[in-house]
């Protein structure tokens, strides 16, 4: 299946999840690793649940507790090709980083040339920006991000609504989107219906 748009789905934590999604067309897949966070899962299960699924690319999610030199350590064990940050890390980091910046940091103008140099500096392998839609977000702050999105890659999760996401592609033109995985049912079995639906708003025609 072929998207409009690169997809990564983060929150991935079983084998429905992670098939399901590289069989949709997502780019990547996010792992909760960092034992501090909500449904964080541990090496094992990445090795496994990466084992039946190919051609996308393996994403770590991290907090703030786990230091660099243990982010490092799980790239390696789990062969991550990126990382997910939530904040800035106390030194470089051995892959490219997925940094989230909330999107009020974006609007206010905080986010500035000289602090784009600062994180250039501090993530010599490269890194790109996230930010979270809320759905209360006016629209008229859309063409702001869209100036963030002409100046840097910068990828959207959050408020994703199938019927308005084409719009907001046209309108902002970011990197790509970050969808939101979820839990099965029970092992086996999983309602893939709002992810579904996004995905196929997302299908090339």
Same mark, same amino acid.
């Given at each position: 299946m072929?998207?409009?748009?690169?997809?990564l789905?983060?929150?991935i934590?079983?084998?429905?999840?992670?098939?399901?999604c590289?069989?949709m067309g997502a780019?990547?897949?996010?792992?909760?690793l960092?034992p501090s966070?909500?449904?964080?899962?541990?090496?094992?299960?990445?090795?496994?649940?990466?084992?039946?699924? *190919?051609?996308?690319?393996?994403i770590?999610?991290? %907090? &703030?507790?786990? =230091?660099v030199?243990?982010?490092?350590? @799980?790239? #390696?064990e789990?062969?991550?090709?990126?990382v997910?940050l939530?904040?800035?890390?106390g030194?470089?980091?051995?892959?490219?980083?997925?940094l989230?910046?909330?999107?009020?940091?974006?609007?206010?103008?905080?986010?500035?040339?000289e602090?784009?140099?600062?994180?250039?500096?501090?993530f010599?392998?490269?890194?790109?920006l996230t930010?979270?839609?809320?759905?209360?977000?006016?629209a008229t702050l859309?063409?702001?991000?869209?100036?963030? *999105?002409?100046?840097?890659p910068?990828?959207l999760? %959050? &408020?994703?609504? =199938?019927?308005s996401?084409?719009?907001? @592609?046209? #309108?902002?033109?970011p990197t790509g989107?970050i969808?939101e995985?979820?839990?099965?049912i029970?092992?086996?079995?999983r309602?893939f219906?709002?992810?579904e639906s996004v995905?196929e708003a997302?299908?090339?025609?």
């Amino acid at each position: 299946m072929a998207l409009i748009i690169p997809v990564l789905v983060r929150g991935i934590n079983n084998l429905s999840d992670a098939r399901y999604c590289a069989g949709m067309g997502a780019d990547g897949l996010i792992f909760t690793l960092d034992p501090s966070l909500p449904g964080a899962i541990d090496v094992a299960t990445v090795k496994e649940l990466a084992g039946w699924v *190919a051609g996308v690319e393996l994403i770590g999610e991290f %907090g &703030a507790s786990m =230091p660099v030199s243990g982010i490092n350590r @799980l790239v #390696e064990e789990c062969g991550l090709q990126r990382v997910a940050l939530r904040q800035l890390p106390g030194s470089p980091l051995s892959v490219p980083v997925l940094l989230h910046v909330p999107v009020f940091a974006l609007l206010d103008g905080r986010f500035t040339e000289e602090v784009r140099a600062q994180y250039a500096a501090l993530f010599p392998a490269g890194f790109e920006l996230t930010t979270t839609l809320d759905s209360s977000l006016s629209a008229t702050l859309l063409p702001a991000l869209a100036n963030h *999105a002409q100046q840097m890659p910068l990828w959207l999760r %959050g &408020a994703i609504a =199938p019927e308005s996401v084409r719009a907001l @592609l046209e #309108e902002v033109r970011p990197t790509g989107l970050i969808l939101e995985g979820g839990d099965e049912i029970k092992p086996g079995l999983r309602d893939f219906t709002e992810l579904e639906s996004v995905f196929e708003a997302l299908e090339e025609e």
